[in-house]
Structures are given as C-alpha cells and as structure tokens.
C-alpha cells in the first residue's frame, strides 16, 4: 500500500509517500519561518495562504521523486487536527479532491499520533507497549501507548506547553522567532549553577506539569541581573536544565508506575540535545531503551502523517467525501 501523506497543521508544509513494503520513498518540507519571523509568532491567515501556494508544487516533487503518480496511490493522509483551523482546512481540501480525483480513500490523521509514531520510520522501531512523551510548542504529554490507537493521558503541561514556554522566555531574552532553538543555541555559552531555577510541581504526587511559572522566574531574574550577554545566556542555561530536568523526574516516576521498559521522546522539544542527554542518562539508570525520530522528523512533517494513514488505511479506516477538522482534538478519544 502506498500513501500520499500531507501535513499543514500550523507553520510548515510538509508532504511524502510511504509505502508499506519499501518505507519511505520521499518526502519534502517547505518553512515558514521567514515569513513569521518579524511578527515574532505564527500569524495564522498568513500561515494558511502560505500553504495554498506551496502545497501542490511540493506534492508535484515529492511524486517526482518517489517515481510515482496518483494511479500508483492507494491512498491519501491529510493532518485533521488540532492545529490552526485555516491550515488544517488548506491541507484537508487538498487531499480529499487528490483522492477523489485519483479514485482512492482518504483519512484525516490526528496530528499528535503523528508525532507518536513518528519513531516507527526508524529502522529499530520501539515495540508496543510504550511511554510517549510528547514534547512540542503545542503539547508536553505523558502517554501510555498499549497499542496504534490506545492511548491513556497520565499528566499534561496544567498551562504553557514546553515549547511554548521556550518561545516566549526567548523573546524575554531578545531572541529571535522561533525561540527555541535560539535559547538552546545561547544556553551552549552559560554559566553552569550561576542561577537555579525551580522544578515545578516535582514536589508533589502526579504526573502533571507546568512551565509557566519557569518563564515568570526568568523574567524577574533577568530583571535583577547585570544587563549584559552572560547574565542573557546563564539564565538561557538555567531554564533550560530546569525543563529538562522537570521532564525527566516526570519520566522517571511514570515509568515506574506503569512498569513500562520502553521510552519514546517526539514532538520539536525532543530535538532539544540537552533533553535528549538527560533522558538517555535516565534510561541508562532504568535499564530503558529510549527511542526518538530522526531530527528532521521532530519537527512537523509530512511522513509521519504519511506513516499513520498507511496504518489506519490499512486497518480500513476510510472517510467519505465529505470531511472535517479540528483545531482541538483529544489524543486519548482515538480509536484503536
């Protein structure tokens, strides 16, 4: 079975053809972050006219490359949700008049079991059953994953997701869009232990979490340091070990609660090295095998979302012509 998968779900097109004997075949990614950057975010009508424009030539090349065409589908997967609504509508429209256009079926995809999944393009899949971590501007989830489909919600970030918090202490740091990565990049030149900063919610039972108060305490620290790029970059390092650390005692106590042996860490947060080093070292400690998507596939992109629908499609999940999306969509309402 080969499948068209096409992901517009906020800032980035992302498009490519899974087939179920050969893997992946191709795929493509079109950026928005020039077009946000002076606007210091995602301006959403922007972002939705973007992807009328790159959709179709990057479904052009993604085919050119995988050698094929719409005769050669057996299906097309399109994100459904969450997302912004007017992205989600652009990629949705697209890919039910491709399918209907070629005679084949199409499926919305839940964006976040994309982002599940998404280690299940790497050659040593992790098997089921599972403890995702589901770390992104959007979303930081702890997730028992039994089966495709079977997902039960053990905590979630109570306000700011982790990556939303990055972004906006970065921009009280005077980066640039998008902030993650450019905090990262100036916590490499901190000053390990200048300043400390809290563990939230670690001192209490649950799997719950929060990273608003993290942000709050970046900004009164900054406003009671030197006004120079050390003091910008010690506490750049400070809030991010304490993200870092926040989720791995998260980690730590939900994998011995559910006695789980396996870890899996996606969603853009999980390209931040400093997580990834310090969950390995969790894993390491646990005797759990720790599994990530390749980085390119942190990000959103179209083959996770080409993965999950060559999955569902396979299992005879189908949709009519008509169809629809969701700008919120719970994870755990999924269907096995």
């Not at 039960?152 to 990556?163: K, Q, Y």
């Not at 396996?262 to 310090?278: M, S, Y």
Request: hydrophobic fraction near 45%; proline fraction near 5%.
């Amino acid at each position: 079975m080969r499948i068209l998968g096409i992901e517009t779900s906020c800032d980035e097109t992302g498009v490519a053809v899974y087939d179920g004997e050969h893997g992946l075949l191709a795929h493509a990614l079109h950026s928005q972050v020039e077009l946000h950057a002076q606007y210091g975010g995602v301006v959403p009508e922007l972002a939705s006219r973007d992807h009328v424009r790159k959709a179709l030539p990057l479904i052009r090349h993604v085919l050119d490359e995988a050698s094929t065409d719409g005769t050669k589908l057996d299906g097309v997967a399109y994100t459904a949700g969450p997302g912004l609504m007017g992205a989600l509508l652009v990629g949705a429209a697209v890919a039910r008049s491709l399918a209907y256009a070629w005679g084949c079926p199409a499926v919305g995809v839940h964006h976040m079991e994309g982002h599940l999944l998404a280690p299940m393009l790497e050659t040593e899949r992790p098997q089921f059953p599972f403890l995702a971590l589901l770390v992104s501007g959007g979303h930081t989830q702890l997730v028992h994953v039994g089966a495709m489909g079977d997902y039960r919600l053990l905590g979630e970030s109570l306000d700011d997701a982790a990556g939303e918090a990055f972004d906006k202490t970065a921009k009280l740091l005077g980066l640039g869009y998008p902030g993650g990565p450019a905090l990262a990049a100036l916590a490499l030149r901190g000053t390990p232990g200048r300043y400390k900063f809290p563990r939230p919610m670690t001192d209490r039972p649950g799997l719950d979490m929060s990273f608003s108060g993290l942000k709050t305490h970046a900004m009164v620290t900054l406003k009671n340091s030197p006004n120079d790029e050390q003091a910008r970059a010690d506490i750049a390092l400070a809030f991010e070990v304490a993200v870092a650390q926040t989720m791995v005692i998260k980690c730590r106590r939900a994998l011995e609660q559910s006695g789980l042996s396996r870890l899996v860490v996606a969603g853009g947060v999980g390209a931040n090295q400093r997580l990834r080093g310090a969950l390995e070292a969790l894993g390491e400690s646990l005797g759990v095998l720790v599994h990530y998507p390749r980085f390119e596939f942190c990000t959103d992109n179209g083959a996770m979302i080409a993965y999950v629908g060559h999955e569902r499609l396979k299992a005879g999940v189908a949709q009519t012509f008509s169809f629809a999306t969701r700008a919120r969509w719970p994870l755990d309402s999924l269907s096995p």
